[in-house]
């Protein structure tokens, strides 16, 4: 048996020789990247120095270490990435750091940070030039280890491996088989053999495509017709770039659409796996705080292991969709409310939730213990190796931009992989993408720690990826041996023009591709079928959504504008269920809101960005959580009515202390600068609404956000009345329940005034039912009376704080009495199955609009409000009230 050994670029030319050479029984080969073959010859226990044992040493020496000019940014996120690309490049080079430390203080910091780190290395673990000198000493042993030497595939090598190579030339038989491709000058005149071959001249044609996406989806359909053909077997189909991590998050959601068995050679996203999910939703909760969305997704993807182990099937079920739950605070207020007949089997598991959110409220401080405590396998793994990367405080990007090797077999499917792995890995039939200007070849770049006027990039870099790019273009055109097809984007994924690649002069025109074309081999079942209209009608969706699209237009009401079956199940417990001011409002002047809200549960779906402002609705509670909590103050310090100006000023600017204190630590506000001017401008409203002059009652005593209907209080404050007691309203079969945002009361409860609080600005002309909008005022002084009974004299208000005037009710029971008609019209066109738009659809303040057909304000609404009106008939008169 005569020993071979192979020398190969990357991991998937390496895996190609051995496959080759297991099905020809050629034994006694063996594969091996150049720095392996040094530390074979080195032995003992001798090996390169890893790309994460090396950033692993960076990491602990960089707080220690003395760097000099490079102190001030040495802890900052990505020193560690910038410090092992440095020494990488300087230790292939073959640059003595030591010697030149004199040059330059960037240099001797750069020598200091190599001492450190050579220091906490292991002892079997050496540099390029040491593994280099010390194979040197024990060349005599290369014919036993090595025997015939091939290097295949590989256009250049590192300068600090070259005098070993010549020095193995000397002693062992050593092929350079360059085949077609260019040979390096520096290898004329050496004891190396090289084995050339004629070029191939493939098939070559160009394209052009809208952009990369558009790029890709033409590549897969390629591959579907090559395969589909019996041109070609997927082992023999490869697609590359020179950067091809640009166009990786395409292919890895194509791959699953098309079916296809894609091999990234260059490795994958961690994140595109569950592990990698894991991870990355503990490291959110770290960077940006426990909050009730982080939680559930991270217990969604442990699934139930780790500290989640112990809690039961369905626990999170326990909590409050509505609550934002964004401190630690928040959750300790969630749990002590907590009894064991909440939780799925009737035992209290507090403790255990609340050790899970103790554990998670030590921040990035504690990653390595919380790391360990949540995760355990893959995940753990790639928590650890982020560790390694970069500074906790930023582990949430490191994850993000980790890479694991795809698990998907290379040397039997289809190759996604860099340009120089095709390079050194020829296939038959080859598509190249990203040939513009910019993107291929790729432009020289500058170290981010020694810079060209530390060291020229020509010495440091000697091997610049502009000429390797060339390079292994010139290469992958004369290995491949059936077809290349050159492809480039038109644009960008922003709508801007790329120019086209200097390499394509020369080769064949390109093929303009539409991004709407018709194929004639398509890349998935979804692109056949968006492709081929005829095959597409024939499925029942098609002819629904057809037909549904077609209804849209007609200026009628048909079956898909919101009639349903009469008397529907869920139409009638949505009608059955209590009521609250805002969803008889919805039923009024939006019965199809209503019925999405309330029968099929539908919500509007919400922002995962922080609003840098309050919208509407939150100011809205900022203010009545200030006033409530500021008239609780005043009626102990002897009541609202009798307080004077200075004590209504004071017990405000208490109020807004408390009330910003718990926001602050329940949920997230906007920046520092925003929030206090937000919280100036609801203090001064507040005190705009204290402050406005409405006649005392006798031995008044005044009420903040009171509740009825069976709502819970908000605080602790005293009630007028049982807030469990039913309010129902006559002659409609509506029970309502809510907050009265203030309720002046007399002392014998012979009088009692309503006013709800507005924030926004007085409507020029005055406002009864203001088309169905208006409810609160009539629904909140009709409960009052239905609490206190039929003697009490009521006053209902509207308070405008902004414009500090009232708008007060006159007639009441007249208003409810017509109120009283709208809502039984309302419930009874509803029952009788005409969900239908109204004056809301489509409007600013619809939070389902996005349900709604496109640009649903300016032509769905107005074809259909008219014929809507007509079919809803009476329900539709309350629009025109005053």
């Known amino acids: 048996m005569q020993r071979q050994t192979y020398i190969a670029h990357g991991r998937l ?16 080969t063996q594969v091996m990247a150049f720095e392996q073959l040094a530390a074979r010859l080195v032995g003992g226990f001798a090996q390169p120095i890893d ?3 090396l950033r692993d040493a960076i990491q602990r020496v960089l707080p220690d270490t003395d760097l000099g000019e490079l102190d001030t940014i040495k802890l900052l996120p990505g020193m560690v990435g910038a410090g092992a690309d440095t020494l990488h490049k300087v230790w292939r080079t073959g ?13 001797a910091a750069m020598a200091t ?10 002892p079997s673990m050496f540099r390029p030039t040491d593994l280099a000198s010390r194979a040197m000493e024990r060349i005599h042993h290369a014919t036993a280890l090595f025997g015939e030497i091939h290097i295949q595939g590989i256009s250049e090598l590192s300068p600090c491996w070259r005098d070993l190579l010549f020095a193995l030339a000397t002693t062992v038989p050593v092929r350079w088989h360059a085949g077609p491709r260019s040979v390096p000058a520096w290898l004329d005149g050496s004891a190396v053999e090289i084995v050339r071959a004629d070029p191939s001249t493939p098939q070559i044609e160009a394209v052009s495509a809208a952009n990369g996406y558009h790029e890709a989806i033409e590549a897969l359909r390629w591959v579907r017709e090559l395969i589909a053909s ?30 296809i068995d894609l091999h990234f050679v260059h490795s994958i996203r961690v994140v595109t796996t569950r592990d990698g999910q894991t991870a990355a939703a503990l490291a959110d909760i770290l960077v940006r705080g426990i909050s009730q969305a982080h939680l559930r997704r991270l217990a969604t993807l442990l699934a139930g292991a780790g500290p989640f182990e112990s809690l039961p099937e369905g626990w999170q079920r326990i909590l409050p969709p509505d609550a934002p739950l964004s401190s630690p605070d928040a959750w300790a207020r969630l749990l002590g409310g907590l009894t064991a007949e909440r939780w799925p089997d009737a035992i209290d598991h507090a403790p255990e939730l609340r050790k899970i959110i103790d554990t998670l409220a030590g921040g990035v401080a504690e990653a390595e213990a919380i790391g360990r405590a949540f995760l355990s396998g893959g995940a753990l793994r790639i928590w650890r190796k982020a560790l390694l990367a970069g500074s906790p405080a930023a582990i949430d990007v490191t994850i993000d931009g980790l890479r694991q090797e795809d698990a998907c077999e290379a040397c039997v499917s289809v190759a996604w992989m860099p340009a120089s792995a095709l390079a050194a890995s020829p296939r038959k039939f080859v598509r190249l993408l990203g040939l513009t200007s910019t993107g291929w070849p790729r432009r020289i770049s500058e170290d981010r720690l020694l810079s060209n006027h530390i060291i020229p990039t020509a010495e440091l870099d000697p091997l610049p990826v502009t000429a390797a790019d060339r390079r292994d273009f ?11 097809v050159l492809s480039r984007p038109r644009r960008d994924g922003e709508g801007r023009l790329l120019g086209k690649s200097p390499l394509l002069r020369g080769q064949p025109e390109a093929r303009y591709v539409r991004r709407n074309r018709r194929p004639e081999h398509a890349m998935s079942e979804t692109d056949r079928l968006v492709a081929r209209q005829a095959d597409f009608a024939g499925y029942p969706q098609a002819a629904s959504a057809a037909s549904c699209w077609q209804d849209w237009q007609r200026p009628t009401i048909t079956a898909h504008d919101g009639v349903v079956r009469a008397g529907h199940p869920a139409l009638l417990a949505a009608l059955e269920r209590v009521q609250s001011a805002s969803s008889l ?3 009024l002047r939006n019965p199809l809101g209503f019925t999405w809200t309330y029968a099929l549960g539908i919500r509007a779906p919400e922002s995962a960005e922080e609003a840098l402002v309050l919208d509407a609705r939150q100011s809205g509670i900022l203010l009545h959580d200030t006033l409530d909590h500021a008239v609780r103050l005043l009626e102990g310090e002897g009541g609202l009515a009798v307080a004077l100006p200075d004590q209504i000023v004071a017990a405000i600017e208490s109020a807004a202390t408390a009330v910003t204190a718990r926001w602050q630590g329940e949920q997230a506000v906007p920046p520092l600068v925003v929030w206090r001017r937000t919280v100036e401008e609801a203090k001064q409203t507040a005190l705009n609404a204290l402050q406005h002059p409405e006649p005392s009652l006798a031995d008044q005593k005044s009420y903040t956000e009171v509740p009825f209907g069976g709502q819970k209080a908000k605080s602790e404050g005293a009630i007028p009345w049982d807030p469990a007691t039913v309010v129902e309203i006559a002659d409609t079969g509506f029970q309502i329940s809510g907050f009265i945002d203030r309720l002046d009361l007399s002392g014998d409860a012979a009088k009692a005034r309503v006013i709800d609080y507005k924030g926004g600005r007085l409507p020029p002309k005055p406002v009864i039912l203001q088309g169905g909008k208006e409810l609160q005022r009539c629904l909140y ?22 414009d500090t005037e009232a708008r007060h009710l006159d007639a009441p029971a007249g208003v409810l009495e017509e109120l009283t008609g709208h809502l039984r019209a309302a419930r009874a066109s509803l029952l009788a199955g005409r969900a239908l738009i109204g004056p809301d659809n489509g409007g600013d303040y619809d939070d389902l609009s996005f349900a709604l057909p496109a640009n649903a304000p300016n032509g769905y609404c107005m074809r259909k409000i008219e014929p809507a009106r007509a079919a809803l008939g009476d329900a539709a008169l309350v629009w025109e009230a005053i």
């Open 585 to 587: 409002a919805k039923l």
């Open 51 to 53: 790309a994460e044992a």
């Open 781 to 802: 002084a009709y409960a009052v009376k239905a609490l206190l009974g039929d003697g009490v004299e009521i006053d209902a208000a509207l308070l405008y704080p902004r």
């Open 230 to 259: 019996g041109a070609a077997k997927p082992s023999e189909i490869a697609i590359a770039a020179a950067a091809p991590a640009a166009y990786d998050d395409e292919f890895m959601a194509l791959r699953a659409d098309a079916n």
């Open 474 to 484: 010139e290469t992958i055109l004369c290995t491949t041996s059936a077809q290349v």
């Open 113 to 122: 940070l190599e001492a450190a780190v050579l220091e906490v290395l292991p």
């Open 13 to 28: 030319a390496s895996r190609e020789i051995r496959l080759d050479a297991a099905r020809k029984q050629h034994h006694g």
């Open 95 to 107: 640059i003595d750091l030591a010697a030149r430390a004199g040059d330059h203080p960037r240099l």
